[in-house]
């Protein structure tokens, strides 16, 4: 996308580490209040909770957006725009950092038992594709072999918080709410004008109104930056999800979309539950569910992608 920038307009940086999100959760007393809205609990000493967010925890891209400690539970919260079913994969890596920095210089071969704080894993979603307030993706979903009780579980939990879901949650932080107001601003503005322009005028129009307006007026070059940042990466997502969809349909449905639905049958889900889990058309999971059940129980995945594309 080729833009024209005044020296007025922030150019976005491509180097930017940090996100709007995270910078207004960093401070310890914002990130308690979300804490406290997720949890429905009533902690007031932000000092309680330790923020061990690993700065360089880098794996193929891939980086957490906050983590801290607090009662001896450690949670990992993440913001995305995108949704990403490798999550509990991610997460994976990333505790297991967090875990090797907290027994760092301890033993793990004493016979004393190393305790390590509960892990939990949030996601705060505002991307523009439908997902319902809460919902859960498992490790396990990535396993090509569907147990009951597999051998190593991770479960994260997603919240949407655009504007209109988990009124609640909104209720009870303040700074989400306010922050989801602002990405709502971006997106309606967006379908009017330039992204620059549109950023701008979100920026000036929630310091109007009263929202976010001093970490607005704190940070405003940066956040019109990264706000433009993230709008184009958002884009450019989407773009690619609609290529690759393109190019699997004309290739056949992949066998990845097969060995899914096979797996979640093998767990008892119904076609619509499997589409909705998936992300699919009723009718297509349909066929492959129809396919897969008459070739029950051997289920040749590249048998029934050959008739689905036959």
Request: aromatic share 10%; proline share 3%; with cysteine.
């Amino acid at each position: 996308m080729t833009r024209e920038t005044t020296e007025n307009t922030p150019v976005a940086n491509r180097k930017f580490k940090d996100t709007i999100f995270r910078m207004l959760f960093s401070e310890k007393e914002a990130l308690l209040s979300l804490y406290n809205a997720v949890n429905g609990s009533n902690y007031t000493d932000a000092d309680a909770l330790e923020i061990v967010t690993l700065e360089n925890a880098i794996y193929m891209g891939m980086k957490n957006d906050l983590a801290f400690i607090l009662d001896m539970n450690l949670y990992l919260y993440e913001h995305q725009s995108t949704i990403n079913p490798n999550i509990p994969l991610r997460d994976l890596f990333y505790i297991a950092a967090e875990y090797q920095r907290l027994v760092d210089k301890k033993s793990l071969y004493s016979s004393a038992l190393q305790k390590i704080p509960n892990p939990h894993f949030i996601v705060f979603y505002n991307g523009s594709m439908p997902i319902e307030d809460c919902c859960t993706r498992r490790l396990s979903d990535a396993f090509y072999h569907a147990t009951d009780n597999p051998s190593l579980e991770l479960v994260v939990t997603t919240f949407n918080v655009n504007v209109g879901h988990n009124t609640e949650l909104m209720s009870q932080c303040q700074i989400l709410r306010e922050y989801s107001i602002y990405v709502a601003k971006v997106r309606v503005f967006t379908e009017q004008m330039p992204v620059d322009a549109a950023v701008q005028k979100a920026v000036a129009e929630c310091i109007h109104e009263n929202i976010l307006a001093d970490f607005l007026r704190k940070n405003q070059a940066e956040v019109i930056a990264m706000s433009i940042f993230e709008y184009d990466k958002e884009e450019e997502e989407k773009k690619l999800r609609k290529a690759e969809f393109e190019a699997g349909v004309e290739h056949g449905i992949e066998q990845s979309l097969v060995s899914l639905v096979i797996k979640k049958m093998k767990k008892g889900k119904s076609v619509e539950e499997i589409a909705d889990m998936l992300e699919e058309t009723p009718e297509k999971i349909q066929n492959i569910y129809e396919l897969a059940r008459d070739m029950a129980p051997d289920y040749d995945v590249e048998k029934i992608c050959g008739q689905l594309s036959g």
